[in-house]
């Protein structure tokens, strides 16, 4: 390519912004394969290898994306978040392309996206194999999609949106909420109420509910497994803190430093009569989320919220005090950035967590060490049961990591695959299990007492590094002299929370 076609190409509108999106994934690159599987990822993993409609916390496309990378790359943690790293690179993209269909000009736009890849949400998020990043990408996509409505009045794009709303409700329920935000956004403007009267918003409803379909009719073949996980969860969000943790968090996601931004944001999109429909929607989604929510779920909308600050900061009359408050907003995003980077990306070794104490400020950082350790301990106790007897030996984990890890990491300690109780692995535990011996990891005596004679002792979990998570110090026991099968306890071991 010659000089004279990168100059062209980068006189683009949307070339600066891509170069920013291209920057952020190339940060992810660096740094994703500093850390081992995270507990989620291990699971999303298993999962994709359990091909189905649904699954008790999460529907199925991001077990589906962890089948299709499996199958590309093979499973390592570098190369599964790949696929993160680049939705999280789309959203930059995204938030740059928001600030364009409010009007902003490719400074502000450029801005825009900066301010968005230094976000602590984004950066916090986007390195992990989890719902949250696509889930993420499917609520910008729909706001980008909306402001481009309101610009041009193109009834047609609620057919995409459509499709975008139908994979978002495939990937995670809370886009529930952004739905119900987006009728608000239409029911306070003139403009979008007129477009009902044409068909391109009602057949825009009718692919979603026909993509959200299959999870539906799973959920009701099954008793509706993921209501009865919402409500245990919502108990342990209420016991965590509820509604002051929920704005706690909020603030940090946004970044301190960024707030004032994000507050000139909302009182930009409130005030102005075009884009007041997309500063309702961001009030909906966040209120109907703030009662039972964790902060992070309505958290896609601050790249909206960010834009609409963007423009305030551009609609600055004065030339020198646009510039000031332009440096102010970038000098407070890297400082920012520079302070939280311990707490927000992979770039502290494992073996110094517990020494800077991230292991408690971080779990997803805790939630990557050990895993492979965990199989090995209890590979060594199984490896030390008598030949005739591991034949009828099985692995019971007490929740989805151990039983992730065990499955990952255990065929090469010959263990055989692990069943657990815990949330959608209780459907995966093979019917008819004849086992007269379990070796546990992560259950108390007690907790296995009415269905196993003896119970034995056999080792305690250690992590490396003296990293503390939830399964450090954990007892792996040897259950032996059932008083009732594996398969008449089950019933009685289910947890969905």
Known sequence: MNVAAVRRWWQRPTAPLLLVAAVKFAIHLATNGVYGFQRDEMYYVISGQHPALGYVDYPPVTPMLAWLNTSIFGISPWTLRLFPALAGAVVVFLAGMCAREMGAGRGIAVLTSLVTLMSPLLLGANWLFQTVTFDQLTWLIAIYLLLRILRTG??????????????????????????????????????????????????????????????????????????????????????????LTFIADFLLYIGPLILPLWIAGIIFLLRNRRFRPMGVLTVVAILLLLPEGKAYYPA??????????????????????????????????????????????????????????????????????????????????????????????????????????????????????????????????????????????????????????????????VMPDSVVNQEAGTPILICTNLRESINAAWPSLRSFS
């Not at 959200?212 to 209420?238: C, E, K, M």
């Not at 296995?448 to 004679?453: K, L, V």
């Open 300 to 461: 896609p909308t601050i790249p909206l919220v960010l834009a609409g600050g963007c423009m305030a900061v551009g609609r600055i009359v004065s030339t020198t005090r646009r510039r000031r408050v332009t440096g102010l907003v970038v000098a407070g995003a890297v400082i920012q950035l520079a302070v939280l980077l311990p707490v927000i990306l992979p770039v502290v070794p494992t073996s110094s967590l517990h020494t800077f104490n991230l292991d408690k400020l971080r779990q997803d950082f805790a939630d990557t060490v050990g895993w492979p350790d965990l199989a090995s301990q209890v590979a060594a106790v199984y490896n030390r049961l008598p030949v005739s007897q591991r034949a009828t030996t099985s692995i019971l984990a007490n929740n989805y990591g151990e039983a992730g890890a065990v499955d990952i990491y255990g065929s090469s300690e010959h263990l055989p695959r692990a069943i657990s109780p815990h949330l959608t692995f209780w459907y995966w535990k093979p019917a008819n299990l004849d086992a007269t011996t379990l070796v546990t990891v992560g259950f108390n005596p007690s907790d296995i007492a009415f269905f196993c004679g003896t119970v034995t002792r056999a080792g305690t979990v």
């Open 154 to 243: 193109d009834a047609r794009l609620f057919l995409v949106m459509g499709i975008d709303v139908g994979i978002g409700l495939e990937t995670k329920l809370t886009i529930l909420a952004l739905c119900l935000g987006i009728v608000a956004a239409v029911l306070v403007s003139r403009d979008l109420r007129l477009l009902l009267r044409t068909r391109y918003p009602w057949i825009g409803l009718v692919i979603a509910v026909a993509l959200f379909a299959p999870n539906v009719a799973w959920q009701i073949a099954n008793g509706f497994p993921s209501l009865t996980y919402i409500r245990n969860h919502s108990v342990d969000i209420s016991n965590g803190g509820g509604m």
